[in-house]
């Protein structure tokens, strides 16, 4: 029922910032928490932040704690990641999620998820 499109991905040298943008088709954005996963070549995909329904809990992965930023716009239907500070560690591929589950706030787990957005790829400089 919900589509998510991601953009901004990029080249950018270690030290920059570049804002990832998620964009959700569907009548049924607010009812559902997000999260923005990411897998690095031979890596499992792990949680990098998550956001509530409602915009006002967020979760981080220590590795990107006070660098980077989940923000969530329910008019737009649109959940964003501010990326400050890149390290050559977060190359990935960057993939937006949504979980429809109402039972917690947010979620860290994959699996947990029920929709997922295509990808994009996120290269850091050294």
């Known amino acids: 029922q919900v589509q998510l499109v991601e953009s901004g991905g990029g080249l950018v040298q270690a030290g920059g910032s570049l804002r990832l943008s998620c964009a959700a088709s569907?009548?049924?954005?607010?009812?559902?928490?997000m999260g923005w996963f990411r897998q690095a070549p031979g890596k499992e995909r792990d949680i990098v932040a998550a956001?509530?329904?409602?915009?006002?809990?967020?979760y981080y992965a220590d590795s990107v704690k006070g660098r980077f930023t989940i923000f969530r716009d329910n008019a737009k239907n649109t959940v964003y990641l501010q990326m400050n500070s890149l390290k050559p560690e977060d190359t990935a591929v960057y993939y937006c999620a949504g979980a429809a589950d109402y039972r917690r706030r947010y979620y860290v787990r994959g699996d947990e998820y029920d929709y997922w957005g295509q990808g994009t790829q996120v290269t850091v400089s050294s």
């Open positions: 956001v509530s329904r409602s915009g006002s809990s967020t």
């Open positions: 569907g009548r049924v954005f607010s009812n559902c928490a």
